[in-house]
């Protein structure tokens, strides 16, 4: 039978190699004797294997085309669990797809990753077929049998000191057995002498759990326990220097063997392992015993308690290294003994060069103090201990100690390195005392916090300007001792000013004025110009008023008594003032007139406020209210308010006329109201003073009897005008013949009063017409009237009320139709009035009242939203936290609705994290970075080699491959930066578990890519370049190609196949009939 060849890469490369020219010249001129050399078609096209059994060689070359190929596993697995019906424990089956089963089946599937499908079987069992990785499945197995099926339980006895064989390390073995088994497993505890071991789950998971106990019982009981006690002092022979000789023991034998350690007085090795291995090596401890006790000899030293250190070493490395070099052990009493006595235990012929190097070590170092005042220690030490840095790079073996309270420093080490450091701590020791003096300071720590000033400020100023550090005793030490250190000038300086400050504040004095709260805002003027006039007269005197919104009325004075007392006369002087010049009266004017009352550029208004010395308001031009407010001494408000009345009597005078030429008469526009009112009732309204109309009758006898009444008002009904309304009937029917009056004249002569309390006739409006008519009139007037009404609002909400440049009040008086009247901000009022129609007057307060409780359920809301939360994270992790482009921190602030900042580049506490709104969401908030930070901290960073040719196939386009692996194993990964040291390292960072499954996953990518990069590099060794193959080609002439001997075309009657043959070549998916050939079966 003819042998099969395998095509490799180099056969291909020499079957290539036939086409290059020089060899084929050579091939056409040796004729039939190099026909030989051409490979046989069998040798260059190995068929491939057959599925039936076939010969050991072609068994070899099947081996040889499949043993490359790597097996890829996936990393999904899936398993089908079956419940029988008996088992299970939701047996309704019309709720199969439903019901409490399917609750489980969604928690499961949540709770494990894995993905879970249920389907009936004919016997009502349950099938359930689970995908997912593998923990993913075995937990999901383990909650399926512990929730969908019955459970049974039974009890399995080993011994007891085999129990923690079951257990394993951190009960790892015990919760791989249950998910091994889908087994619940409850060993019982150390202290409970029972034996019994319980287990829960299903029948099969119960077999399987008790063979696995009863095979790891049945293991240690294969493995044997020896105990032998051996003397302490004999411990090091046995272990050998750094535990060279046990571990050599424990390698021979294969037993374990537990030495304890020198800190531990127990003389009992334990030896375990199985029966033969711990027999031989419990004799091999045995002979090392023998013979140490038989030979070895003791020697007892004197060494000084406080060098034992130095015979020990480090960890004890000294002692270790003396029992390597010579064989001897060195036996040192506890830190705790005062006994100085060291024991050498060995050979005697080794004794004395092991005493050599205990001694040599013990004397290595050397201990020394240094004097210095314990107040310079801070000083030699530095700032940040760079002074004492400086000497600890140079000698690093020495160590300097300061101990609080002692005048002296200590030093250890080697004795050339210490005298050295010795000698500069010393001249250091010698400067500082030469330059630097302390002085101590006694002041009632009462004062201390005024000493040191708002934020640092006046303790910050001395320590500056004098050039001295002052160290003032924290509250809770309540001490009142304060030391000053420094240059011996500044020293003495600023003591001097702080005995000054101390004696200043021990004569302080405090006064508390009672200033009402409305004068607050005008004592302390606008943007506290005038309290800085005041501070600036009085600059030793503290002045403080209360919050606002306390309602406080006591202003607190502190400073020199004597100044407390001046600023306090020259306050209550000032409030004094503000008392009298408080009085306010306010006048109502119309509103057409307030242009005249201003004059030209002002010149009016300004002449009566200088006149008068008096301040005067006048209303918004947009604003509805009349009323003009006079403020100032009682005396100057009546001289003001009468030339402002005199003002709008002489305009009114004026605009009111009488015609001549009318029976009837024609009021001013000031009064059309009244005039529709009269014409709507047949009647004529007389105003006094402002005119007499009156309406003569030109209608015949029969239009009945008139009545005529006058109606007296507080003042004069004038539309807009907003006084209070007083009416009293003064007469009726009055007889056909009575005078008419004309002006307040009767027949051209003036009526005196004869009731001194009778009504003004400027107070008195006359309705002339009939009686029921005049009834009606009276009634539609009074409703004319506008009433005014006050309402308690306190004085931080008027602002809110008024709104932005007056909307929200204008806005209000234009929906009810009335005048709303806030006091003035310096008077601090809580009183609002309200003035307009009867009628309307409910529904606006009422309106008010409903936008002060939505400005205070604003004020609430707000106080609640501003509640702030801090937390320290470390800036390193503020990345994470905010996210891609902030994305985690948005969810954050979105899903908890607060505001979290972050600190800026500059500010000093880096790791602080500010969280602003709602208390318990501003709490939910924190917790949920704390989550954050919590799992970031558990993460880990793990370097692997990844061949940098691979790099870019998995970032993939855009990021996209880099992205995926991230998102599927939560983890980051950090490829290496153009001109890394290291090209190939990359760093993924993540969770334990979730690192490990990354990394495996790179690593199975790395493999399956580097084998195309293999491949594309020697595809592109053998491809020549475009040059060489157009060089090639020209030389190659009339190449035979690639040529092979036993071709099945030349052999017999078989042609070569027919490329354009869709049978020999047929397409992907096209049916062919297939027939015998040399080429062997065909594959489809």
Sequence with gaps: MSSVAVLTQESFNEHRSGLLPEQTVVAGSSGAGDEDALPTYKDAFPPLPEKAASPEGTQESANAWTSKIRPLKSSVITQVFHVPLEERKYKDINQFGEGDQAKVCVDIMHKTGAHLELSMAKDQGLSIMVSGKLDAVMKARKEIVSRLQTQASATVAIPKEHHRFVIGKNGEKLQELELKTATKIQIPRPDDPSNQIKISGTKEGLEKAKHEILLISAEQDKRAVERVNIDKVYHPFITGAYNKLVGEMMQETGARINVPPPSVNKTEIVITGEKEQVALAVAMIKKIYEEKKKNATTIAVEVKKSQHKYVIGPKGNTLQEILERTGVSVEIPPSDSSSETVILRGEPDRLGQALTEVYAKANSYTVSSVSAPSWLHRFIIGKKGQNLAKITQ?????????????????????????????????????????????????????????????????????????????RIPPDNEKSNLIRIEGDPQGVQEAKKELLELASRMENERTKDLIIEQRFHRAIIGQKGEKIKEVRDKFPEVIINFPDPAQKSDIVQLRGPRTEVEKCSKFMQKMVAEMVENSFSVSVPIFKQFHKNIIGKGGANIKKIREETNTKIDLPAENSNSEMIVITGKKANCEAARNRILAIQKELQELLFSLPQSYGRVVMSRLTCECFVFSEKQLLCVEVTPLSCVRSQSTTSSSSGKEAETSVKFGTALVPGSFSP????????APPAEAPVQENGETNGEVKEPGDPAAPKKCDVIVISGRKERCEAAIEALKALVP????????????????????????????????????????????????????????????????????????????????????????????????????????????????????????????????????????????????????????????????????????????????????????????????????????????????????????????????ADVVESAKMAHIRPSGSSAAAMDESRGSSKGFVVREAPWTTGSEKAPDMSSSEDFPSFGAPVATKASPWGPKRF
């Design 394 to 470: 140079q000698m690093p073996k020495v160590h300097i100690e300061f101990t609080e309270g002692e005048d002296k420093i200590t030093l250890e080490g080697p004795t050339k390195d210490l005298q050295m450091v010795q000698s500069q701590i010393e001249a250091i020791v010698t400067d500082l005392v030469s330059r630097m003096d302390y002085a101590e300071i006694s002041v009632d720590p009462k004062f201390h916090r005024h000493l040191i000033g708002k934020g640092g400020v006046n303790i910050n100023r001395i320590k500056e300007l004098h050039k001295v550090t002052v």
């Design 725 to 732: 309304l007083q009416m009293t009937r003064t007469r009726t």
């Design 787 to 1010: 009433v005014t009404i006050e309402v308690e609002v306190p004085f931080e909400l008027h602002r809110y009320i008024i709104g932005q440049k007056g909307s929200g009040i204008r806005k209000m008086m234009d929906e009810f139709e009335v005048n709303i009247q806030v006091p003035a901000p310096e008077l601090q009022s809580d009183i609002i009035s309200i003035t307009g129609l009867a009628n309307h007057l409910d529904r606006a307060k009422e309106g008010l009242l409903e936008r002060v409780k939505e400005l205070q359920a604003e004020q609430e809301d707000r106080a609640l939203r501003s509640f702030k939360l801090t937390i320290t994270v470390d800036p390193k992790y503020h990345p994470k936290i905010i996210g891609r482009k902030g994305a985690i921190i948005t969810n954050i602030r979105t899903e908890h609705d607060v505001n979290i900042q972050f600190p800026e580049k500059n500010d000093e506490n880096q790791d602080q994290i500010t969280i602003t709104g709602y208390e318990h969401k501003a709490t939910a908030a924190r917790d949920a970075i704390q989550a954050i930070v919590d799992e970031l901290e558990e993460m880990i960073s793990e370097d692997i080699t990844l061949d940098s040719r691979v790099h870019a196939r998995i970032i993939g386009a855009r990021g996209k491959g880099i992205r995926k692996i991230m998102d599927e194993f939560k983890v980051d990964l950090r490829f290496p930066q153009s001109g890394a040291a290291d090209p190939n390292i990359v760093t993924v960072m993540g969770r334990p578990e979730l690192v490990d499954e990354a990394i495996d996953h790179l690593l199975n990518l790395e493999e399956e890519y580097m």
